[in-house]
Every structure is written in C-alpha cells, then in structure tokens.
T-cell receptor, first 114, second 113 residues
Framework: DTGVSQNPRHKITKRGQNVTFRCDPI?????LYWYRQTLGQGPEFLTY????????KSRLLSDRFSAERPKGSFSTLEIQRTEQGDSAMYLC????????????FGPGTRLTVL | KQEVTQIPAALSVPEGENLVLNCSFT??????LQWFRQDPGKGLTSLLL?????REQTSGRLNASLDKSSGRSTLYIAASQPGDSATYLC????????????FGAGTQVVVTP
C-alpha cells in the first residue's frame, strides 16, 4: 500500500499525559499536513511542512502541541499535558509541491482523553 | 476570512436517484477546490479536484462544477447506489493561504435500497 499511513489508529489516554502520533506520507510527496476533526465538523488545519521546514502553524496549535518532520519523510505530532478538549480525530495528508497540490489523507488517529 | 458552507447537512435518497451536493464559499480568490468522501470513523478519500481556472471536472459517475464568481461548487453523483452512503466534504485552498485547505462541515448522504 503506497498511501498515507498513520499510527496508532486509536489512542486512549488520561488527562495530563503526553501522546505522540506518527504520519508516513506518500513516498514522493514533499508536503505534509496535519488537521484535527471533531465530531460533525470538517477538518481544521493545524500545520504543514515542506520537506523538513514547518511553513505554517494555526492558532489552534497551542504551546502544548509540537510537530516535527526531521528528515523530510515521516512526521510526528506530540500533545503534552492532554486535556479532554484534545479528544478528536487527527488527520495527516500529503501532496506534491508541484502541480495541483491535491492532498491525500491517511486513515487518522482517534484520540480519546479521559 | 474564508467561510465554507455545505447545505443540506444531511440527505436521504432512494437508490437510482441522482445526488446533488452543494458547497458555497465566501472568498472567490481560490487556488483550487477539492471534494472528499468520508466513511464513519475513517479518513478522507479525494474524489475530485477543480483548479480555479476550470469550470468542471468529471470522474465516472461523479461530476463537479465550479463557479468562482458566485462562490459555489456542486457535486453531482449519477444513479446513486447504497455504497455511495457517506459524508461528502468540500474544501477550498485560497491564494493567500496556499497549502491550507478550509473545509465545510459536510453533507451526510444515505442512499436507501
């Protein structure tokens, strides 16, 4: 399968714990995006990378959130001191810099904070 | 600030009918518009992408139109099937926020046999 993959698919954690999610983009894609989706809503943009450079961060990305893409391949999204309001589906997408920039999404990581 | 709206929020049709899904946006300075399908608890599947210079795009039973001047896009699904039941989302990329997709809340579709 050459699509976008995300791990884990589900994460249940207690409030105050730290969690980390991983995203592996389509191999030739140099742009990588993180979105968050809550029930009944469309995804909301969090941040994106071109290669290893983080080019834009949403105001939704508080100081407790950090994303990295150290070698321009996979990316990690870490949430520190989780809160119940962080419960959501975290979606990763990738695209080519050239062309129409069509974004392809992974299956998502469902986070539940108890 | 770009606002993307999808009406209706939910739609139920009998199998065989054509589906018409609407998407409106407030800022016409868009780079492209993408339509996605999302099954419950799953990620998004890209259906069609329309560049700002295009009027429509077709793939099989799917046809999407774009009217930038009126801030509207319509997704047509011909001869609906129960397998078309899902939530359909539209997303726009504006020229001043390149790379970031802004989504509507989606239209939940049920096709009854």
């Amino acid at each position: 399968d050459t699509g976008v993959s995300q791990n884990p698919r589900h994460k249940i954690t207690k409030r105050g714990q730290n969690v980390t999610f991983r995203c592996d983009p389509i191999s030739e894609h140099n742009r990588l995006y993180w979105y968050r989706q809550t029930l009944g809503q469309g995804p909301e943009f969090l941040t994106y990378f071109q290669n290893e450079a983080q080019l834009e961060k949403s105001r939704l990305l508080s100081d407790r959130f950090s994303a990295e893409r150290p070698k321009g391949s996979f990316s990690t999204l870490e949430i520190q001191r989780t809160e119940q309001g962080d419960s959501a589906m975290y979606l990763c997408a990738s695209s080519l810099r050239q062309g129409d920039n069509e974004q392809f999404f992974g299956p998502g990581t469902r986070l539940t904070v108890l | 600030k770009q606002e993307v709206t999808q009406i209706p929020a939910a739609l139920s049709v009998p199998e065989g009918e054509n589906l018409v899904l609407n998407c409106s946006f407030t800022d016409s300075a868009i780079y492209n518009l993408q339509w996605f399908r999302q099954d419950p608890g799953k990620g998004l599947t890209s259906l069609l992408l329309i560049q700002s210079s295009q009027r429509e795009q077709t793939s099989g039973r799917l046809n999407a139109s774009l009217d930038k001047s009126s801030g509207r896009s319509t997704l047509y699904i011909a001869a609906s099937q129960p397998g078309d039941s899902a939530t359909y989302l539209c997303a726009v990329m504006t020229t001043d926020s390149w790379g970031k997709l802004q989504f509507g809340a989606g239209t939940q579709v049920v096709v009854t046999p």
